[in-house]
């Protein structure tokens, strides 16, 4: 018999509480809507944003995963080294916190 799961293992898997997480996390957000008018480097956000640059890595890569936001372009160092360029997907999010579920309008970013 296969085991049953509860509601908040449920919610873990769910893609909308997901990015609600993401959106609560003032470094991912942050992030997110430092990127919505131009393209930006995890170097660039980490000095722009006072964030370690690791910690900048772990957002951008849980962002990119919840695809919030991605690959602009790459850019090549004066020593030939390759840097992602990302870029926000959305411009702004809309959140409603509504019985029994929050529900989320993400406007995409042109």
Known sequence: MA???TLPQLKK???TQKVLEALADAE???I????????KTATDL?????????SVYKKLNDLEELTLVEVDSWMISDK????KVYRSRISKA?????KPEPSLVLIPNT
């Open 32 to 39: 997110l809507f430092s990127m919505i008018k131009k393209g």
């Open 94 to 98: 809309d959140i409603s916190i509504k």
């Open 46 to 54: 980490s000095y722009e944003l006072k964030i370690p640059l690791s």
């Open 13 to 15: 898997y769910d893609i």
């Open 28 to 30: 991912s957000r942050s």
């Open 80 to 83: 030939g080294r390759k840097f």
């Open 3 to 5: 085991k049953r799961l």
